[in-house]
C-alpha cells in the first residue's frame, strides 16, 4: 500500500536504465531538466539540489522533489517523452505552476498527483472545512511545499473553495474546485485587480507584516459570476498566507455549500 511521503527519486530508480537521475548544485540555470540522449537510447533527468542546504543529509526539500516529480512527468507523460525522443531537446523547468506552456502545466498536474495522490489526501482533505493550518500540516506528512499542496487539497476538495495566488498586487493564478465552478464562481484572469480590503492584506505582506490573516468578502469580489445574482451575492471566507519564498500571498476562498447551492429538500 502507497503512504506519504512518496519518494519521487524511487519511482525515477524503477525506470532504470532507461532513466537515470541526477542531482547537483545547478545554482540558477534550471530547477530540473529532462534530457534524451539517442546514441545510449536513455532518459537523463538533471535536478537541482540548491534548495536543499537546510535538510538534512539524505532528503530533499519539497521544492527539489517537486522538480524530480515534474521531469517525471515530462518522462511519463506519452507526448513528453515522443518529443523529447523525437527532438532530442532538453528543458528546462522552473517553479510551480508559474508556467502558462500546456506541456508544464501537465507536469505541474502530473507532479501533483504523484507526490499527492487522490487516494491519500482526497479524503483527509474532505474530513471537514480546511484551513492554512491544516494544509501546512500536510505539507508535513507528503512533504510537499505550501503552495503545491494548497493547489491540490482545492483540487480533490468536494466543497466550494478556490486558491488564489496574489503576486505584486494581481492575481498571478486561481485554482477553483469543481463546486465552485458548478456553483457559478468562475476564475478571474491572470493579472486580474484584487478586491479594496485585499489590498491592504497585500501591504502588510509586502510590509513583512503577514504571515496568517482572515477576512471576509463577497464571492463577485474574487470570481467571475456572471449574470448568477446567488454566486455573486455569496459570502466568501478569506484566509491568507504569505509565501516569501515565492513573494506570493496565497489566499484560500471557501463558500458555504448552502449560499451557492439551492437545497434540494426545500
Ligand atoms: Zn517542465
Same mark, same amino acid.
Given at each position: #500500500?502507497?503512504? $506519504?511521503? +512518496?519518494?519521487?527519486? =524511487? ?9 537515470? %537521475?541526477?542531482? @547537483? ?104 472545512? #480546511?484551513?492554512? $493550518?491544516? +494544509?501546512?500540516?500536510? =505539507? ?9 499542496? %494548497?493547489?491540490? @487539497? ?113
Amino acid at each position: #500500500m502507497t503512504t $506519504a511521503p +512518496i519518494d519521487p527519486l =524511487a519511482v525515477a530508480a524503477s525506470e532504470k536504465p532507461l532513466l537515470s %537521475a541526477v542531482g @547537483a548544485d545547478f545554482r540558477d540555470r534550471f530547477d530540473g531538466q529532462l534530457e534524451y540522449h539517442w546514441s545510449k537510447n536513455r532518459f537523463l533527468l538533471f535536478y537541482n539540489t540548491k534548495y536543499d542546504v537546510y535538510v538534512p543529509a539524505g532528503e530533499h526539500h519539497p521544492r527539489t522533489r517537486f522538480s524530480v516529480a515534474h521531469e517525471l512527468g515530462h518522462y511519463f507523460i506519452e507526448a513528453h517523452r515522443a518529443f523529447l525522443r523525437r527532438t532530442g531537446k532538453s528543458h528546462p523547468s522552473r517553479g510551480e505552476f508559474l508556467s502558462d506552456r500546456t506541456i508544464e502545466t501537465e507536469a505541474d498536474a502530473f507532479a501533483a498527483g504523484l507526490l499527492m495522490p487522490a487516494s491519500l489526501l482526497g479524503p483527509i482533505v474532505n474530513e471537514g472545512e #480546511m484551513s492554512f $493550518a491544516d +494544509i501546512e500540516r500536510w =505539507a508535513g506528512e507528503f512533504k510537499t511545499s505550501v503552495t503545491s499542496t %494548497a493547489r491540490r @487539497a482545492v483540487e480533490l476538495s468536494d466543497f466550494p473553495c478556490a486558491l488564489i495566488g496574489v503576486r505584486e498586487g494581481r492575481v498571478a493564478y486561481s485554482f477553483h474546485s469543481q463546486a465552485m465552478i458548478e456553483g457559478g464562481c468562475y476564475p478571474r484572469p491572470r493579472g486580474s485587480d484584487l478586491p479594496p480590503d485585499a489590498q491592504s492584506k497585500v501591504q502588510a505582506f509586502v510590509g513583512g507584516n503577514l504571515w496568517d490573516d482572515k477576512g471576509q468578502a463577497f464571492a463577485r469580489d474574487w470570481c467571475q459570476t456572471y449574470d448568477n445574482d446567488r454566486a455573486a451575492e455569496a459570502p466568501v471566507y478569506e484566509y491568507y498566507c504569505g509565501v516569501p519564498s515565492m513573494q506570493t500571498l496565497l489566499v484560500l476562498l471557501t463558500v458555504p455549500e448552502e449560499e451557492i447551492f439551492l437545497d434540494e429538500d426545500d
